[in-house]
């Protein structure tokens, strides 16, 4: 809390530090779930970083599409 005041006070703000575009949604089924997954996983490709999802180590897109073990986060428990 400390920091937002400084944070308003140094930039003339008011309110919380993610007000705005920072927004939280509730995943309601799973079409919107795999839409949001395919959004955040080709953000890499879209601001430029990489030319092939391949090529982005922070990616899923290798486990999606091949062999490769999936990571224990993702596995049904």
Not at 7 to 23: C, D, S, T
Not at 47 to 58: E, P
Request: hydrophobic share 30%.
């Amino acid at each position: 809390m400390s920091y937002s005041i400084y944070f308003n006070k140094k930039y003339n703000r008011v309110g919380h530090l993610w007000q705005g575009r920072y927004k939280s949604w509730y995943v309601t089924n799973e079409i919107y779930l795999y839409t949001l997954i395919r959004y955040i996983e080709q953000n890499p490709l879209k601001a430029g970083l990489v030319d092939n999802l391949n090529k982005y180590s922070f990616s899923l897109f290798r486990y999606f599409t091949s062999e490769m073990q999936v990571p224990k986060c993702l596995e049904n428990s």
